[in-house]
């Protein structure tokens, strides 16, 4: 788990449900990244409601603090959960590509080669 996890609710009143289940979805991302990274992964949730004129919906954005980057994901659904589903998965798929960029240097090397070639 993340140890370092910031949850705000902004123009909402999260209930312990929803910050528990923010907490599992996001605190878990830490399999996706080295063990020496995860004592510095640091990640600020931010939940909110948004009304537009005909809807109502929910917007989770998700920023990862890493040692050479910064992730941020944002997305809006009609309920609080799915926002933190669909953001978590978007969040796996770019964890992948920093593990693969800053763990393996030889694909580092064949990426930057294959752009110089053309």
Do not use: W
Not at 84 to 94: A, G, H, M, P, S
């Amino acid at each position: 788990m993340i140890e370092r996890l910031e949850i705000a609710c902004l123009h909402t009143s999260a209930d312990k449900d929803i910050e528990k289940y923010a907490r599992k979805k996001i605190g878990g991302l830490d399999h996706f990244v080295s063990r020496s990274i995860r004592e510095s992964l640091h990640a600020e949730v931010k939940l909110k409601d948004a009304n537009t004129k005909d809807k109502k919906h929910s917007v989770c954005e998700v920023i990862l603090h890493l040692p050479h980057e910064t992730l941020t994901s944002s997305e809006s659904a009609i309920n609080m959960y799915a926002a933190i589903d669909i953001v978590e998965t978007k969040l796996k798929y770019q964890l992948r590509k920093y593990k693969d960029l800053h763990t393996n240097p030889k694909f580092h090397r064949r990426l930057i080669a294959r752009f110089r070639k053309k």
